[in-house]
């Protein structure tokens, strides 16, 4: 729930705003309405200043607390194509002694039309007041927004602001701060997306004219193709401010090779025994990392996700001295970062797990190695265990051991019973048609030698042919190696390109009337390619091979509907999927399966 206020081209409109309005006071100014002087004068702030249609005082009552958000929607109609659409917002927003706010500012675009929107806000913060703003801003090419934001706060008054800015052809979003009281904290954190010729321009201003004052600022910055993105900041230590401690980071990632970023954050301290630093990073996406991260077993989207994910601090960077977000604010963020994530890879994956947390969840991650705490990259070989797995292994052994499928006792009824529970839940994680169709081997490679040798000695003869990749994993070539020594059937390559992908158009040049079998990877565990493994399967069962596909590596990173994919066969292991060492799934069509004959003599 929230209290909702539109604002169209400029102009609140009530007909579309709540009524109630909570706590909270909206007040039309007038020419004599007082409004503070700007902390840093600036052209742009004068022009929106002198050119505001409207004016509005917005007031919460020293005490008040609304556990509604105010959120201010500013709407850019459009109208016309052949001049810039103006709009100009002027608003205070007096926080009174003791009160609490979540403000809400987002900014959107109806249409493609060219406008201008200059937005003004002042904000102060009473003493031991507390305000919480997020500013989201999603506009289009043809836009241009410049803002300017000045927050005034007094004694134990706390803020934190939040600016997520994509979309506008030129962006300029100024800060300016005071802490003018003694025990103030402040956090100012921006995301800005700049991509194709847009530009972005970040600009903070901060004094800390009081002692024991705590700031932070955290700015993040992903820049695509020709964009450009700038950044100038400074933090200005009064003199008699002492113990002041604020912290400035700028941090940028470029994702293409024409992307630009100028960055500036500066310093003035005029006080002793002060705890100031800032800093600027610059970093690049670049084809080794991509290729290090897809030659374990990770897909291109899922390794740029991880390179970038750093966008997610953005709302966990505040001082712990500042309360954390709650409701529509924290939504809000969540929201911004979410734009992020498709800014680059076209999709949203909002995941509001810690790092923290999910390493407690894996108790060999708690030991340091060489007085460092671990971190384990080779899950791609073989996963850590949580501990969940962990325990249901030993209470299995402790409780519950005995043969399955083997006796009529008590407790290898309920071995049994758990395992062919196991074998339906695997069918309904890879939507087999029946849980019959699940074979449990020891793993992958028995899995892929339990098909050579009992479906391919059964269904193969001598003069046939089956065709593998370049890419495969050994145990992907060597059963199927051993079975053309030992029966006389041909084994064909398909080749790969330069890049490291399978060659398009040789698939069907290797196909003949003697093409019985395609044994083929997902994602292969050498090169890290995710092949098109539906279409791949489709071109192969249209000329009547049987297909069978290794998932060791695409399981764990792929959902995987192996009737939607079409194959005959699929495998997979349990230890790169977080499972037990020793354990294996084989996937079979029942008419298949049913003409197999045993293999070392038992059927699992």
């Known amino acids: 729930m929230r209290i909702v206020w539109f604002f169209i081209d400029g102009l609140y409109a009530p007909e579309l705003s709540d009524r109630d309005c909570g706590p909270y006071q909206l007040t039309p100014a007038t020419e004599n309405t007082p409004f503070p002087a700007a902390i840093r004068s600036e052209v742009f702030l004068h022009l929106t200043e002198s050119l505001s249609q409207q004016r509005l005082h917005i007031r919460l009552p020293a005490g008040k607390h609304s556990d509604k958000p105010l959120y201010l929607l500013h709407i850019s109609s459009g109208k016309g194509s052949e001049v810039v659409n103006t709009s100009h917002y002027r608003h205070h927003l007096a926080i009174e002694a003791s009160a609490q706010a979540e403000v809400i500012e987002h900014f959107v675009s109806l249409n493609e039309q060219p406008h201008f929107t200059g937005a003004r806000l002042t904000i102060s913060v009473g003493e031991n007041a507390e305000l919480s703003h997020c500013k989201l801003a999603f506009e289009t090419p043809q836009s241009y927004h410049f803002a300017h934001n000045d927050l005034v706060l007094s004694r134990d008054a706390r803020a934190k602001s939040y600016s997520f800015l994509l979309g506008a052809g030129l962006t300029r979003h ?109 970093g ?12 374990r077993g990770i897909n291109q989207a899922d390794a740029q996700q991880m390179i970038f994910c750093f ?49 407690a969840d894996f108790p060999l991650l708690s030991r340091e190695v060489n007085a460092q705490p671990l971190a384990y990259l080779d899950s791609a070989a073989s996963a850590q265990k949580p501990q969940i797995v962990i325990d249901r292994e030993l209470n299995f052994y402790r409780e519950g051991y005995a043969a399955v499928h083997r006796g009529i006792h008590t407790l290898s009824a309920e071995a049994t019973a758990q395992m062919e529970a196991v074998r339906s839940q695997v069918a309904g994680f890879i939507n087999t048609a029946s849980a019959e169709e699940i074979v449990f081997v020891k793993g992958t490679t028995e899995a892929i030698n339990l098909v050579a040798n009992s479906y391919g000695r059964h269904a193969l003869k001598a003069g046939d042919s089956i065709i593998i990749t370049e890419m495969e994993h050994h145990a992907n070539i060597v059963p199927w190696q ?123």
Request: proline share 3%; with cysteine.
């Open 284 to 295: 690049r996406i670049d084809a080794e990392q991509l290729f290090y991260l897809q030659s």
């Open 174 to 282: 100024n800060t300016s701060a005071q802490l003018n009281g003694e025990g103030a904290t402040l956090s100012i954190n921006s995301l800005l997306l700049p991509i194709g010729r847009e530009i972005c321009d970040t600009r903070t201003y901060l004094e800390h004219n009081k002692g024991y004052c705590e700031s932070r600022q955290l700015h993040k910055t992903m820049v695509r193709e020709r964009g450009k993105a700038v950044f100038n900041g400074m933090i200005k230590v009064a003199q008699h401010a002492l113990k002041t401690d604020g912290q400035m980071t700028n941090n940028n990632l470029l994702l293409s090779k024409l992307a630009e970023v100028d960055t500036k954050p500066q310093l003035e301290i005029y006080a002793d025994d002060v705890k100031c630093s800032h800093g600027a990073t610059i």
């Open 311 to 359: 966008c997610r601090r953005i709302d966990r960077s505040h001082s712990s001295r500042i309360h954390p977000q709650s409701g529509v604010g924290a939504h809000c963020t969540a929201v911004g970062w979410g734009v992020a994530m498709s800014f680059s890879i076209g999709q949203a994956s909002i995941g509001q797990i810690s790092i923290e947390q999910i390493r």
């Open 482 to 604: 051993m079975l053309a020594k030992d029966i006389g059937i041909e084994i064909r390559v398909w080749p790969l390109t330069a890049t490291g992908e399978l060659e398009p158009t040789a698939l069907a040049g290797l196909m003949d009337n003697t093409s019985k079998l395609l044994a083929i990877t997902q994602v292969s565990n050498v090169l890290g390619t995710v092949n098109p493994i539906k279409e791949i399967v489709a071109q192969a069962k249209a000329a009547g091979l049987v297909v069978l596909v290794d998932g060791a590596q695409a399981i764990m990173h792929q959902a995987v509907d192996v009737q939607d994919l079409g194959c005959d066969f699929y495998v997979f292991s349990g230890h790169k999927l977080y499972g037990p060492s020793g354990i294996g799934i084989l996937y079979g069509k029942s008419e298949l399966l049913q003409q197999m004959p045993p293999w070392e003599g038992a059927v699992r």
